[in-house]
């Protein structure tokens, strides 16, 4: 068994990318959770499948695979084969992931992936139940958090740099429905472990944010 690192929060945290370069810094696995009910966000957006439709949802689910490979030190989802990296990062597929993961089926589909990558590696695994469900656990539990309008403002910035035309109010709208989501959902609902760290980025850098999270994971790890 790795040592486990789990970082949870709402969307629009910094989770990935913060997690990504903390995993970098330590030379841990990461793992971005998110990705994965992306994947199959995607797939079920691409069937235009209703992903409030519990039944057609999980009818749906034998026809996916999802894997991610590691390709120098850089994470690559794949949906049935093909590398869906890019595509599963448009604004629509934020929706999709969000209501198929309130799917228990869909849990428990994604559930082994996630323990596997966990027991054979030491990993920084990032999402919204990894600390409560997924890896009750890990050695550090973290949830990174930000306030609603600081947490738009950053997915706004991202999602321009991609060249999607979205507005700030859209972007920000969307960030409070996700988080009124993920919060009542009655599977896995996101909220802090018992034993996580609270870390609020908002009036933070990305450095300076990366450097609370290393400080964090180190004075945890030298606990006894």
């Known amino acids: 068994m790795g040592i486990n690192i789990a970082i949870d929060g709402p969307s629009g945290a910094g989770k990935s990318t913060l997690s990504r370069k903390l995993a970098e810094r330590l030379n841990y696995i990461y793992v971005d959770t998110g990705a994965l009910y992306r994947t199959v966000g995607l797939y079920i957006l691409r069937k235009k499948i209703d992903p409030s439709d519990v039944e057609k949802v999980e009818a749906a689910l034998?026809?996916?695979?999802?894997?991610?490979?590691y390709i120098n030190g850089e994470q690559y989802v794949y949906l049935n084969g093909e590398d869906v990296s890019?595509?599963?990062?448009?604004?629509?597929?934020?929706?999709?992931?969000?209501?198929?993961?309130?799917?228990?089926?869909?849990?428990?589909?994604?559930?082994?992936?996630?323990?596997?990558?966990?027991?054979?590696?030491?990993?920084?695994?990032?999402?919204?139940?990894?600390g409560t469900v997924v890896l009750p656990d890990a050695e550090v539990k973290i949830f990174l958090t930000a306030s609603a309008e600081v947490r738009a403002q950053r997915r706004y910035n991202e999602l321009l740099e991609r060249g999607q035309q979205v507005s700030y109010k859209q972007v920000l709208a969307d960030v409070c429905r996700r988080d009124e989501q993920d919060m009542n959902r009655s599977v896995a609902p996101l909220?802090?472990?018992?034993?996580?760290?609270?870390?609020?980025?908002?009036?933070?850098?990305?450095?300076?944010?990366?450097?609370?999270?290393?400080?964090?994971?180190?004075?945890?790890l030298r606990r006894p």
């Open 191 to 220: 909220k802090p472990a018992e034993d996580s760290v609270i870390v609020d980025t908002s009036d933070c850098s990305f450095d300076e944010s990366l450097a609370l999270l290393y400080q964090t994971v180190q004075e945890r």
């Open 86 to 130: 890019s595509d599963i990062r448009i604004h629509e597929v934020s929706q999709y992931a969000s209501l198929v993961s309130a799917v228990p089926a869909v849990r428990r589909f994604l559930f082994e992936t996630q323990r596997r990558l966990a027991e054979e590696h030491d990993v920084i695994m990032d999402g919204r139940d990894i």
């Open 62 to 69: 034998p026809e996916i695979e999802v894997s991610l490979r």
